[in-house]
């Protein structure tokens, strides 16, 4: 069974920093992209970032363009999204997802992934 578990939100002050984790079980990372989406309430589900596990190639969102760095150690399985400089805006849960690239178009929908941990908040004070 595939399982991927977020960690690392929490409440933070504007301006300050969290480093989001998901690590998965029940797969290895090989040709995979996993993605952090972000959900904040009222509002979609939208794309922050992703990353390719063959190769490390990344996207992310211009909202978070030069302040979010995502990497991944596939030894460990584990995908990291560092968050710099936040912003309230940046509130929401956020959720990883991943599946394998040849199941995917993009990378950039959230429809495109089968499997999805169950989020972890995060919460920037202004």
């Known amino acids: 069974e595939v399982q991927l578990v977020e960690s690392g939100g929490g409440l933070v002050q504007a301006g300050g920093s969290l480093r989001l984790s998901c690590a998965a079980s029940?797969?290895?990372?090989?040709?995979?992209?996993i993605g952090w989406f972000r959900q904040a309430p009222g509002k979609e589900r939208e794309r922050v970032s992703y990353?390719?596990?063959?190769?490390?190639?990344?996207w992310y969102a211009d909202s978070v363009k030069g302040r979010f760095t995502i990497s991944s150690d596939n030894a460990k399985n584990t995908v990291y999204l560092q968050m710099n400089k936040l912003k309230p805006e940046d509130a929401g849960v956020y959720y990883c997802?991943?599946?394998?690239?040849?199941?995917?178009?993009?990378?950039?929908?959230?429809?495109?992934?089968?499997?999805w941990g169950q989020g972890t908040q995060v919460t920037v004070s202004s």
């Open positions: 997802a991943t599946d394998l690239w040849s199941n995917c178009e993009s990378g950039f929908k959230a429809d495109e992934y089968d499997f």
């Open positions: 029940g797969l290895t990372f090989d040709d995979h992209v």
């Open positions: 990353i390719s596990s063959s190769d490390g190639r990344s």
